[in-house]
Nanobody, 124 residues
Framework: QVQLVESGGGLVQAGGSLRLSCAAS????????LSWFRQTPGKEREFVAGINWSFGSTFFADSMKGRFTISRDNAKNTVNFQMNSLKPEDTAVYYCAADVTAYWSRRRGDYEYWGQGTQVTVST
């Protein structure tokens, strides 16, 4: 089992920045990738960015490149997700998810463990 706890959401003005964190615990040695997804009401949960847990390689949804970065702190079993130049359309609940079977997946169904989500609201 892997437990994930997100933190760092909140309210920010357009153009501002937020950093989300995801703390992993439990059988973290089983993690292949740890990724961020987001969801707004009435829409599918979509992949945003991910990181290879062992090697630190990152991958992003095409539309997310440039404004967001993702990094890991292995000593703390934490992944940080930095969001810059935020736009109102970035408003969503952001979820941290762990894939324990494969690398590089962008598919929601491939992720076995999920955090509770953290709300990000970007105002105009």
């Amino acid at each position: 089992q892997v437990q994930l706890v997100e933190s760092g959401g909140g309210l920010v003005q357009a153009g501002g920045s937020l950093r989300l964190s995801c703390a992993a615990s439990g059988r973290t040695f089983n993690i292949y990738s740890l990724s961020w997804f987001r969801q707004t009401p009435g829409k599918e949960r979509e992949f945003v960015a991910g990181i290879n847990w062992s090697f630190g390689s990152t991958f992003f949804a095409d539309s997310m490149k440039g404004r967001f970065t993702i990094s890991r702190d292995n000593a703390k079993n934490t992944v940080n997700f930095q969001m810059n130049s935020l736009k109102p359309e970035d408003t969503a609940v952001y979820y941290c998810a762990a894939d324990v079977t494969a690398y590089w997946s962008r598919r929601r169904g491939d992720y076995e463990y999920w955090g509770q989500g953290t709300q990000v609201t970007v105002s105009t």
